[in-house]
């Protein structure tokens, strides 16, 4: 184990995390990231969300990341947790290189939609040669996943990617591996093109309880 976070105290590691305060402007989401929906408390660390008014949006979340605090190239990232469900909440554990105003390639350990919290999303996204956004992924169907925890992890090498939930393996990716050094990132977005809005049947607040992030390097590596 090259690096972890177990939030046993109290309050949040300022060596290990960045937190975000900003309007998100992808995927035409529709929160604002606010340092105050990210809590560490009872050993797990939660990403609250909300529905309110804040700086020109009508719901609030969590994000944070360890950009330019840690990034590794190759290995194993777990984490352990138990996430939030309803239309329009999209939580997330993912990695990107560690560079400014860099998206891509992208290594997605957990996705999921909160409209179908049975379903977990494994991806990862880069540009072809030509600029044009490229995916492989797929999909695993199992219990409800914001009832209880479950570990979500990939391990990394210069050929593969491979995904494991709660330690089986579930998808195998050798499409287009990155070879550069990765930072992590949580967050709950809400609402965007993929998730669509929340509506009448979604229940604020939610949270995404994190049990516990780690990243592993082979022995041999």
Same mark, same amino acid.
């Given at each position: 184990? =090259?690096?972890?976070?177990? $939030?046993?105290?109290?309050?949040?590691?300022?060596?290990?995390?960045?937190?975000?305060?900003?309007?998100?402007?992808?995927?035409?989401?529709?929160?604002?990231? *606010?340092?105050?929906?990210?809590?560490?408390?009872?050993?797990?660390?939660?990403? !609250?969300?909300?529905?309110?008014?804040?700086?020109?949006?009508?719901?609030?979340?969590?994000?944070?990341?360890?950009?330019?605090?840690?990034?590794?190239?190759?290995?194993?990232?777990? =984490?352990?947790?138990?996430?939030?469900?309803?239309?329009?909440?999209?939580?997330?554990? %993912?990695?990107?290189?560690?560079?400014?105003?860099?998206?891509?390639?992208? +290594?997605?350990?957990?996705?999921?939609?909160?409209?179908?919290?049975?379903? !977990?999303?494994?991806?990862?996204? %880069?540009?072809?040669?030509?600029?044009?956004?490229?995916?492989?992924?797929?999909?695993?169907?199992?219990?409800?996943?914001?009832?209880?925890?479950?570990? &979500?992890? !990939?391990?990394?090498?210069?050929?593969? +990617?491979?995904? &494991?939930?709660?330690?089986?393996?579930?998808?195998?990716?050798?499409?287009? !591996?990155?070879?550069?050094?990765?930072?992590?990132?949580?967050?709950?977005?809400?609402?965007?093109? %993929?998730?669509? *809005?929340?509506?009448?049947?979604? =229940? $604020?607040?939610?949270?995404?309880? =994190?049990?516990?992030?780690?990243? $592993?390097?082979?022995?041999?590596?």
């Amino acid at each position: 184990m =090259i690096w972890q976070d177990d $939030f046993e105290n109290n309050c949040l590691n300022p060596n290990n995390w960045n937190l975000e305060d900003w309007a998100a402007e992808k995927n035409n989401e529709l929160q604002y990231y *606010s340092p105050n929906n990210v809590k560490v408390e009872n050993g797990l660390l939660k990403l !609250i969300s909300k529905k309110e008014k804040y700086k020109g949006r009508d719901y609030t979340s969590g994000a944070l990341h360890t950009k330019g605090k840690f990034n590794f190239l190759y290995g194993k990232a777990e =984490i352990r947790a138990k996430l939030p469900a309803g239309q329009g909440i999209f939580p997330a554990f %993912w990695m990107m290189p560690d560079k400014d105003n860099t998206w891509l390639p992208e +290594i997605d350990v957990l996705e999921m939609l909160g409209h179908k919290p049975n379903e !977990i999303w494994m991806v990862t996204h %880069w540009l072809d040669k030509s600029n044009t956004l490229k995916s492989d992924y797929d999909t695993f169907n199992g219990p409800d996943f914001s009832k209880d925890f479950h570990t &979500f992890s !990939i391990v990394w090498t210069p050929d593969s +990617i491979t995904w &494991f939930i709660d330690g089986i393996e579930r998808f195998r990716s050798s499409k287009n !591996i990155p070879n550069e050094k990765m930072y992590l990132y949580l967050n709950t977005a809400i609402g965007g093109d %993929w998730p669509g *809005s929340p509506d009448d049947s979604t =229940i $604020f607040p939610v949270s995404y309880e =994190i049990d516990y992030v780690r990243v $592993f390097k082979s022995t041999n590596e």
